[in-house]
């Protein structure tokens, strides 16, 4: 039933329970009153029914979340009582009265209603210490030795397993005990979008049972219409940004995802056929599979497998925010060579796929780290085998902007006039809603200007090359007197159909900067983008010809940031900040794995275990995690049976460390037991207890040691020690100073580490 019917039948049973006979008693005793069960998923609305019904009823009402109760909370604390049976005085075991009823008895008191609702929610997730607890309330309408009082229903309410992996089972004694409702989310079934962005790869954190992502679909395919359609955004497991040093995003290790997650972890997610595999055994017949660029969380474009990327187009892939990466190799031209080989689709960084039927759309563009005045959609449209394009404000505010477009159409149509330059046709249109959008003509079959010079640049093919750019100095110099110059008239946004030049976009214009800047930065965008095209001698040629040295870049570069700040700025004046800055502004780097693992090797930490023979290498290992931060060590060793002794390397280089507190058996150390068990092979600059140690270490083998058999016994198995201490490395320099500095003072003794 939906939750409207049940909040019906539990008015109705709260009225039949409570209604009393002529004398004034209970007309259904209590101990023939079932409690109620809802049963039903998370979110859907039960608590709020239950207090609407106590309110329409004139009731009080106590509602627990049982799963935050321990035992001694739901049943009372223990305590010893002397009773006298036959000729014995015998002391007997009873418990104080339970939170939970204690709250029944305050809340009557507090409204003056003695009659009420008890609710528990969550009552079959509760922990193993709590089930049978739980299993006698239902039955006996107990807590401990405490009854519920009379005139009180009892409702409680529990997730099924499909939404929930912790639930325990009832059994079969218990639940003819209640009355159980089952209750499914009051939703209609003709949903035409149902949207799981970054929701379906945790389906196994609260779906249950031997395939959870399968149950998941079915739940949610139940509430789509015969033609509506699910969205699934997701990571790929084998996404190119995996290959090339991005952490996983979900466990933050590297290449777990590729490993197929050996640790395990909340979430899950799947290369293009593990998602196809679903699907397929979900009963989805129709289905379509979208590429976003660089990835579903910040994407700028949305490519399909009608529409895929062409070689060049796929440079900006540093766009990770949450943690600092690897540079394992230049994912641009993995990339070109994964779209030459036809694999795209398979390393894409993220997927989208929809179900149901197809759409018009192939590709889209978005523009929206704008200005929202400038901010803009670009889609491509396919249908009947023909393509158009579009461009929608991606916020009334842009509107204007789209309007212009109309106007530099026609500015530059009239200019290139006679020239070797056509302009793509745009027509102004509106939508119902009367925004504006241009619909502009898609050149099928054409190759960029960008394109033909790289092909002449990777076949070393000057002649070519200088035929292509000759032509297009010739281009932006044509009538540029008085008139527009097209800011991005760069090698992308010339489309060639043969011996047919066309601009397709005229979206930036200005009047400050003459044809020969237009052709210099259009020149120096290409061998930016790129640092194999800068170097090549033949590029180089044609910068040195237009006098572009490294100040003229410099110059060039602050027009650029100009430009960016252009775009960036609102008309009240405020700035956006670019999506391509946030990463340094949050602290992340995208760092070269030659300096990624200097930085991993200095940061290892090495544990040595001592089973009664001495520290050994052959018993030893490397903490690569033993790091929180770049100089704070959170040691957690694991020790094995037998450990008598554990020492703790923290670097392998001169350095001070300040011990901030060491942990065994989830207790920190008191001073007498580190009076006992531990030692360092280094010198102590704190001479009071009161202080926290620092210790210098002026060899290249420091080590703190703890000597476990000191405490009381030696470890078990799976005993955690946790050692945390602040670390600052020494150079040569540094390590002179201080020692020249404790030479020059009396050197403090008596503090109670040894060397």
Not at 153 to 175: C, H, M, Q
Not at 268 to 284: A, P, Q, Y
Not at 451 to 460: K, W
Not at 737 to 748: E, F, K, V
Request: aromatic content about 10%; overall charge negative; proline content about 4%.
């Amino acid at each position: 039933m939906n939750i409207k019917r049940a909040k019906e039948e539990i008015e109705h049973t709260v009225k039949a329970y409570l209604a009393k006979d002529a004398l004034g008693e209970y007309a259904i005793p209590a101990i023939r009153q079932r409690p109620i069960l809802l049963m039903g998923p998370p979110g859907i609305g039960k608590t709020q029914v239950m207090e609407q019904v106590a309110r329409e009823c004139g009731v009080a009402l106590v509602a627990y979340t049982i799963t935050h109760h321990t035992r001694q909370s739901a049943v009372g604390l223990p305590f010893i009582r002397q009773r006298h049976y036959g000729d014995k005085d015998v002391s007997v075991t009873e418990y104080t009265m339970s939170e939970i009823i204690a709250s029944i008895y305050a809340k009557m008191e507090a409204t003056g209603l003695s009659e009420g609702i008890l609710f528990i929610d969550e009552i079959n997730c509760v922990s193993e210490t709590l089930a049978p607890t739980m299993l006698q309330f239902l039955q006996c309408k107990t807590f401990g030795n405490q009854a519920v009082p009379a005139g009180w229903v009892i409702v409680a309410a529990g997730n099924p397993p499909e939404y929930n992996k912790s639930v325990r089972d009832f059994d079969i004694v218990t639940l003819d005990r209640v009355r159980r409702m089952d209750i499914e989310p009051d939703l209609p079934t003709d949903y035409d979008f149902v949207c799981l962005i970054g929701v379906f790869e945790y389906g196994q954190s609260y779906i249950g049972g031997k395939t959870p992502f399968h149950d998941f679909y079915r739940i949610i395919k139940k509430h789509v219409k015969a033609d509506g359609h699910i969205v699934i955004a997701i990571e790929n497991k084998l996404g190119l940004k995996y290959w090339a040093g991005c952490r996983e995003d979900h466990v933050g290790t590297f290449f777990s995802g590729l490993e197929d997650y050996p640790q395990g972890g909340a979430a899950r997610t799947f290369s293009r056929s593990g998602l196809e595999k679903i699907l397929k055994e979900c009963g989805e017949t129709e289905y379509h599979f979208y590429y976003p660029y660089p990835d579903y969380k910040f994407m700028t474009t949305l490519y399909s497998d009608r529409y895929l990327p062409k070689v060049g187009e796929l440079s900006n892939n540093l766009r990770n925010f949450d943690r600092d990466r690897m540079l394992l190799f230049d994912e641009k031209k993995v990339f070109d060579m994964l779209i030459r080989e036809g694999l795209f689709g398979q390393y894409s960084n993220s997927f989208l796929v929809m179900t149901g039927p197809m759409t018009d759309i192939v590709y889209s563009r978005f523009s929206n780290d704008r200005a929202e005045h400038l901010s803009i959609r670009t889609d491509i449209l396919e249908k009947d085998g023909k393509h158009t394009v579009r461009k929608y404000p991606a916020a009334s505010a842009a509107a204007a902007h789209i309007e212009a477009l109309a106007e530099n159409e026609c500015v530059f149509t009239e200019r290139f006039k006679g020239s070797t330059l056509s302009v793509n046709r745009l027509e102004l249109k509106r939508n119902p809603d009367g925004l504006p959008f241009a619909e502009i003509e898609y050149l099928e079959n054409s190759r960029t200007l960008e394109e033909l010079l790289d092909e002449c640049l990777q076949n070393n093919d000057e002649a070519g090359f200088d035929k292509l750019f000759d032509r297009y100095c010739k281009i932006a110099a044509w009538k540029a007197e008085g008139t527009k110059q097209d800011y991005d008239l760069t090698f992308p946004n010339i489309c060639v159909q043969g011996d047919i030049w066309t601009m397709i976009d005229y979206e930036w214009t200005t009047d400050k900067l003459t044809p020969q800047q237009i052709i210099s930065r259009a020149l120096n965008c290409y061998g930016q983008e790129d640092p194999v095209r800068m170097e090549h001698p033949i590029v180089k040629k044609h910068l040195e010809a237009l006098g572009i040295g490294k100040e003229q870049m410099r110059e060039l570069s602050e027009k650029e940031l100009a430009f960016q700040h252009f775009v960036l700025q609102e008309k009240d004046g405020r700035s956006r900040t670019a999506l391509g800055q946030l990463r340094h502004l949050i602290g992340n780097r995208a760092v070269p794995y030659q300096e990624f693992f200097a930085r991993a090797d200095r940061k290892k930490v090495q544990v040595f275990e001592d089973f009664g023979a001495g520290y050994t290498p052959e018993h030893s290992y490397y903490q690569y995690d033993a790091y929180e931060a770049d100089d704070l060590i959170n040691a957690r060793i694991i020790c094995k049976a037998g450990t008598k002794a554990i020492r703790l390397d923290p670097a392998e280089l001169p350095c001070l460390v300040q011990i901030h507190g060491i942990e065994w058996r989830g207790k920190a150390l008191t001073r007498a037991q580190l009076d006992q068990c531990l030692s360092t092979n280094g010198q102590v600059l704190a001479d009071t207890p009161a202080h926290v140690p620092t210790v210098l270490f002026e060899t290249g083998d420091p080590n703190i040691s703890v000597r476990l058999d000191c405490l009381d016994s030696e470890a078990t198995d799976g005993e955690t020690l946790i050692i945390r201490a602040q670390i600052a490395w020494l150079s040569a320099e540094m390590l002179q100073d201080i020692q020249a500095r404790l030479a020059a003072g009396a050197r403090r003794k008596g503090f109670w580490f040894q060397r």
